[in-house]
């Protein structure tokens, strides 16, 4: 168990309306990541922090913005939700990295409607 | 780049036959690769890793993967499944630079 919680669990919103998501982690692991699972495609990575304030795009981050202010939580939102980003939202964190060992939040299920 | 395939996106099985999940790579880079187990409803959970040496590498729970660069391949396989091996399967690589890349899934139903 490496310490990361996901809040909220389950969120059912409108279009056009922002989202925020949490990360939170209890080890202060310098990497940390969020990804969305979609049927037929696995998991793709939205954006990654390397330490605090320090964050990068990752495959589809278009939609999606990401702050980190504090070793332990990472935050994802969504400035304008759509229906496009009906998903569930794993964060993870990395362990002795790199090469990295990333282990897994227990994810967020998103409905936009 | 990098990039994952999943051969199989669903494996059906009997309950104590042998399976083989198959994973392929593509990569110009020394490789990290990772197999990871999502159960019902639940997050992502590591299976087992290949980092370097032994190109065999174990789980816990009876499954193995074996390391063939020459073939670009990372295959996991269990010689006898049980019912609660049911799940979806990742496979993943790494340049070790911070960031995976996921193939498709496969999602493996073990039957009585």
């Known amino acids: 168990d490496a310490g990361i919680t996901q809040s909220p669990r389950h969120k059912v919103t409108e279009t056009g309306t922002p989202v925020t998501l949490r990360c939170h982690q209890t080890?202060?692991?310098?990497?940390m990541y969020w990804y969305r699972q979609d049927p037929g495609h696995g998991l793709r990575l939205i954006h990654y922090?390397?330490?605090?304030?320090?964050?990068d795009k990752g495959e589809v981050s278009d939609g999606y913005s990401v702050s980190r202010s504090k070793t332990e939580d990472f935050l994802l939102t969504l400035e304008s939700a759509t229906s496009s980003q009906t998903s569930v939202y794993f964060c993870a964190i990395s362990v002795q990295g790199p090469p990295e060992t990333q282990y897994f939040g227990p994810g967020t299920r998103l409905l936009v409607l | 780049a990098q990039s994952v395939t999943q051969l199989d996106s669903q494996v059906p099985v009997f309950e104590e036959a042998p399976v083989e999940l198959r994973c392929n790579y593509s990569?110009?880079?020394?490789?990290?690769l990772f197999w990871y187990v999502q159960y019902p409803n639940q997050g992502l959970q590591l299976l087992l890793k290949y980092l370097s040496g032994s190109t065999l590498v174990e789980s816990i729970n009876g499954f193995e993967a074996e390391f063939n660069k020459s073939q670009t391949s990372f295959h996991l396989r269990k010689p006898s499944v049980h019912i609660s091996d049911t799940a979806e399967y990742f496979c993943a690589v790494s340049d070790g630079r911070g960031k995976l890349i996921f193939g498709q899934g496969t999602e493996l139903s073990v039957k009585p």
């Open positions: 922090s390397y330490g605090v304030k320090d964050t």
């Open positions: 080890e202060n692991h310098r990497y």
């Open positions: 990569s110009s880079v020394s490789v990290y």
